[in-house]
């Protein structure tokens, strides 16, 4: 499988990105018929663990979307494992300084680039007929999630590190090591600046640059400020979202009878 | 846990049904918090065993959702085990006669109504201090699914059995049997005189009628008619017909840059 | 894996069995190791299904107990299924009439006996070197549950079947069945009498009979009055037993500090 | 997706069928990759239950195998659930007579021909565009299995059901009923004239056979024979009998130091 | 869901707690109807994983215990993610010194106290309806595990660090620490000294100490100790302890017929 | 359960090691009965986590092969829990320097040697009478696998931390690490000098060498250069070999109809 969300940035394209954290494989199976670019098992605030992130790249598997993961933690066992099972980009939290994101990009490229250790077991099921591993450091992306004030102070650093291939911006955690409420979609000027300011260093280093967003209206507009990757809620704030919805409308609509 | 849907249909309100087909106790537990009266694990069409019916009741147990469920068959060994594990009511397919209805009403309540087997290991600790065996006959609900022809012509055999709570109207079988389309919201004036038909059979007897729909429109127009009990798509519906929404929304608000 | 239970049983042995409902493979291998003889995995009443069965025998294979089912229904696929899985005998309910008696143990047997269908897949791993098909019929044990009035009634016919093995006796459906309270360690002359009576009709015929028991005395007395095989409680009960009266113990000891 | 199977047998060409045992989506991947035109998930005999095979078919879905199921009983409850997780066709054990294989055709087919419910939640996503629902009956396969005497006795009645795709033939189990060893790969005379005979009825009215074989030997020799569907040993077995040559292969190699 | 094991310290009572090593959530259901304050999820040495430990908070949940965890190692993607799943408190081990203690409270307060990162998937159902960030550095404990002659060393400095709630004693690990043998239920003077010493630098700090113990009556003593929180062996101990002593109840009560 | 790998490594004999990547524990009990003296459940490259392993283990338990695991990274908290859960020996990747070696050995061992934390839950059940811990820190083997140009430097140093049992040789690592291709069974003079250093070194202490191989022939070689364990690719592989292996003789046994 070719990653897609490659050749979108490529052309100039916006990922929208899938997220998930019901641990079903159903469920990711579901959302891969949405129309999404990429999709998103995510491991450190969703309900998955590594059988749940498998079963959801299987089920995805036959459909047109990318398959991503966040991880809980820059830990390099666990990074390769998600490599191998087939992840074609990995979103990490926590990456604060150049040394975290040295080890990141480290710890998910082969030799010489890095030090993943070899063993795509399944990963190298879907890889060119050439081998998985002459183009895995090509084709698999190092995402750090930029979180905190720390991390935006050493972006320049950061963002230096060979193999990065984007960023994803996490506002809430970003507007909380900042003292501020943590909430997505963010309308603080000061917050706003500092997007702008991200944006434009990456844009510099042909670095795209993702954000999590609350509302498609949202992640609209953060295409235009210049995000290549956006991702809207998760699959289960999207279910509660339209069966609140619904009950609320039949509610009304029965005149109180339910 | 007194059964609310009884309390509800006592009170001539209208059960607001959830229904879950993703295999998922966490996907459960969200749906349980969207204001749903009770929740239908769907373990005929969905994606659901036994296994993963445990998980969602045990997930929902917190919330004030009336745990149901639809078996694949009415089979006296399932429907027994379904009790046990909780099941407040189960919603049973192809009763089309008499003779099925009555083997479903004795599965599922002890002697001497019935022949149901003594031994509600998950059950019996959410039932009364005065032990789950004493009211289960009374307060878990029989309900079977009228979705053919044959059950229609049968109906007033059907619900002169003793120990049946409420029908559901399948729509869309019963359109198939009918040699029409298999959809849901139904139009025809056909079938919404057989709606008519059984409402009235019903409400002679004080038995409820539920019906499954595909939307909050019709489910609050199906209260109207007179139905008691709505469910409107499923866990998984939800949340693509979200999806769906929201791809769309970015796409267009991003002017094809997504 | 020799039958254990049978050699128990021709030795003039009674045997103590223990009862699985929580679905674990891991509270298996603890039970297998508290002096059992045999272990009945409930998948009628327990929290169990197939995959948790699996799970339980392989975890006591390691262990000198024989492995027992308890199914949830006289379903032929199912009963060759559990067998198929390792399963030395199977508890079947409602065994109520010689049709169901012959129906139960043609499903269990291979021909020419039977009709259960060839493919031991995992029981075969453990049957004597000269084949798992070759004695199967003798040391595989069809155990009926009498738990009804019928099924008393009819007992002279079920025991006369070619291949039950032994009966067990369910207490508290029984009386259920003859409208008494649904419970275990009966003292009622009635049911006594009952008792009496079936092991008097076992015995005559070489067939074993078991019971299921609320506590340890009970079981003792069970095997005083004739029963050789004896069930008390089940793991989940056995841990709150013990759980609750360390808690007790601990808040009494503390002087109601705790 | 299209159903392969039916393509290659129209096409005069006959089905190499892959077999799977263990209960794990990633074996199945394994095998979806080497080589089978459809690969069957046998919950009868194997270690699989509802969620296993639905896992199955998930990791299966990417690869061109047409996904089978094999299930444990010809109940209508069961039939209906696996062909709405995807199954593109059954096979079904034990179909003896005319009223069997009418039961299990009308379980498996809509109406007007059948009685399966609507609700393909899963099965529906692979469909052709104008709905799962229109061509479902056309290219859902049922295969009763011939397995016992009786079958063959019957098999002009079964074979003259409509809805009949093709029968799979058990030599283990018809050799079995017929008071002969329960082997694969068979030679005696009078079971090949057997297999002589249902090849020819079902040439007639152009259904298919096809077989469990023991060996790719003996495989392409039924080919030969006329069958059109076959299987070789399972996933579980092809394993072991590599696994236990490699030992054997080391051990001898290493002149008995290992 | 307030944290009720915070208002009993607060009330100067001791918090009776449960252990779970099966990982099951049923038998978490069940224990949770023991009597116990708290039950502690064991994934260091228990057979919990992440995906057991979400099944048992949500069995749990219903039920008035508070939601506990002790995770393998003071790593803090597993913190963060343990808490965004519903803990009400994490006991970790090995914390032997001040950075020891700083890292793990760090991870798992919110800024500005720590670096959490923001994403309280499940947990935030059950927070207040002001918002789960609000009270959660609050409402969360952090038990640091004293089971070292280096932490006990240490104890001053360890204590001292912001948001240390309680500690628990893990006397096996401590005495094995010291050269001794590795039991629980300690009466070696030099051990008891060691407990004094913990609970005075406890108490001048309004900081409780907990203990693992292997009885009731040690516990009912700890308490009188000063410690307020207590546990008592695990759930597979409780279960397999009542199991063993039925099975000799009832081998001494038959006369050794069983 | 003895550690049968020592027994035979004492006896001078070599190891022949089974690998396991499919994360089911039927697949783990198929291969116990393949020949092979151990086991290993390979959690890194492996499709295994947690429980799948324990599973697998449980599965193995009454066959007599020594159960082994090799972890993610060298991370003291989930080696603690891989040997908990009964692993008589880890192979951990990525031990680099006398520092990397120190570290693994320490989290394995007990006091003194170690600060392996006490709670063996599950190992403990197969310990000797006497008591699990007082054997562990002999029959729980600590293999760090040399994979890396760094590791062949420093190879004397890590040999030198006592508590090393033996080493395993990840050909395609290495060769990767040294700009060459990831393959195994290699033949490049450059790679088998650094084997004959590593074995040379190895018997200079007492310490035995694995080899992860492609072929059973690589296999007896590496026996005979003086490996004591080795490994033929994994379960998975084997299985597809057979599997295409047979595919590829029905196809053209049939003369292309199939």
Chains 1, 2, 3, 4, 5, 6 share one sequence.
Not at 8 to 20: D, F, P, R, S
Not at 106 to 111: E, F, I, T, V, W
Not at 181 to 189: F, G, K, M, S, Y
Request: neutral net charge.
């Amino acid at each position: 499988m070719a990653n897609n969300v490659k050749k979108l940035l490529a052309a100039g394209k916006a990922v929208m990105n899938g997220w998930l954290v019901i641990p079903s494989g159903f469920s990711a199976e579901v959302m891969a018929q949405c129309g999404f670019d990429s999709i998103t098992v995510d491991i450190q605030h969703g309900l998955h663990d590594y059988q749940s992130m498998v079963q959801c790249f299987q089920a995805m598997q036959a459909h047109p979307v990318t398959p991503l993961a966040r991880v809980t933690w820059n830990e390099p066992g666990t990074l390769g494992k998600v490599l191998d099972s087939g992840a074609m980009g990995i979103i990490c939290p926590m990456i604060n300084t150049k040394q975290d994101a040295e080890a990141f990009v480290s710890a998910c490229k082969y030799p010489p680039r890095g030090t993943r250790s070899n063993g795509p077991v399944r990963a190298a099921m879907y890889g060119p007929a050439s081998g998985y591993q002459g183009t895995a450091n090509e084709e698999t992306l190092c995402i750090p999630i930029i979180e905190t004030k720390t991390a935006v102070d050493n972006i320049d650093a950061i963002l230096d590190v060979e193999g990065i291939a984007g960023i994803y911006v996490g506002p809430s955690d970003l507007s909380f090591s900042m003292g501020l409420p943590p909430v997505l979609d963010v309308e603080l000027p000061q917050i706003l600046t500092i997007f702008d300011e991200l944006l434009k260093k990456c844009a510099k280093r042909n670095i795209f640059a993702g954000i999590h967003c609350a509302s498609g209206a949202y992640a609209a507009r953060a295409i235009a400020m210049g995000f290549r990757m956006v991702s809207v809620m998760n699959d289960a704030r999207m279910m509660a979202a339209h069966a609140t919805s619904v009950v609320a409308q039949v509610r009304k609509g029965s005149k109180g009878v339910a």
